[in-house]
């Protein structure tokens, strides 16, 4: 599972599914990050790779909405953690998760649910 609001990724991801139409568990859901979470099982995704709208309240709307979609053993990745500490680092930081960032780049933090 990913969330971004990059549209220049769009028709990237549109060829990848029309390749990958084999595989049943892949879902392209063309909406808000939030909105896109109501489509999705609670417990179904092993991972959750999040890079969307970059200010606190959002990313922490995304973590709270998309936190319930992991499996037990999954993990969340949220990118920029780095290059928006007060916003992304911040919603990364303060949420109760057993958590490891990679500090290089940008910055990549891993939620890891027990």
């Known amino acids: 599972m990913a969330v971004s609001l990059w549209k220049e990724v769009i028709p990237a991801i549109e ?3 029309s390749k990958a139409r084999s595989i049943p568990k892949i879902r392209f859901l063309k ?3 939030t909105s896109a979470s109501l489509e999705v099982d609670d417990e179904s995704a092993d991972l959750i790779h999040i890079d969307a709208a970059h200010d606190y309240a959002n990313v922490s ?3 709270s909405a998309w936190w319930p ?3 037990r053993g999954g993990v969340m990745l949220l990118h920029d953690t ?3 500490p007060n ?3 911040r919603a990364f930081s303060e949420f109760p998760a057993k958590k490891a960032e990679i500090l290089e780049h940008h910055g990549l933090g891993a939620l890891f649910k027990d």
């Open 15 to 17: 060829i990848f599914l």
């Open 31 to 33: 909406q808000p990050s």
């Open 61 to 63: 709307a995304d973590i």
């Open 69 to 71: 979609k992991l499996r």
């Open 82 to 84: 780095r290059s928006f």
């Open 87 to 89: 916003d992304v680092g």
